[in-house]
């Protein structure tokens, strides 16, 4: 299952960034991105929104993933990973074979990043065929 994650996540490189953003034509943020992936893959689950680009409750995002999905330890392709960023910024993203997909605001697209960057894993989650 993780395998279909990530083979959806890096079919989403080259999307415009928008926050909030469901769309691979019109954009996608972090969180439309793991959506689209998981989507990929078959999970049809609700999507936040209404969050601002900076700031949220950390500990309001690990409980929305640990509803939906399992833990995981993020080393297999496909697992979402949830880092902070920066004071006050956490982000989200997809780990692939060769590192992670996720939305660069600041490049104002979806990425292919090698490797794992050395951001702080809040968390790791695994799809696993449900929801």
């Known amino acids: 299952m993780g395998e279909r994650v990530a083979v959806a996540a890096l079919a989403l490189v080259g999307a415009p960034f928008r926050l909030h953003g469901r769309d691979v034509a019109s954009g996608l943020d972090c969180i439309g991105v ?4 998981l989507r990929g893959a ?17 500990a309001a995002v690990i ?3 640990d509803a939906v999905l399992a833990r995981g330890d993020g080393g297999a ?6 880092f902070r960023v920066g ?23 979806v990425v292919a ?19």
């Not at 078959?42 to 950390?58: H, I, K, M, T």
């Not at 392709?77 to 949830?82: C, F, H, N, Q, S």
């Open 34 to 37: 793991i959506a689209a992936a």
């Open 42 to 58: 078959g999970w049809v689950g609700e999507v936040p929104s209404g969050y601002a680009l900076r700031g949220g409750d950390p």
């Open 63 to 65: 409980a929305r993933l």
């Open 77 to 82: 392709a496909g697992d979402v990973l949830l």
């Open 87 to 109: 004071p006050g910024q956490i982000h989200g993203a997809v780990r692939t074979g060769a590192g992670i997909v996720h939305a660069d605001a600041g490049l104002r697209r």
């Open 113 to 131: 990043r090698p490797g794992v960057p050395d951001w702080l894993r809040l968390g790791a989650w695994r799809y696993e065929g449900r929801g």
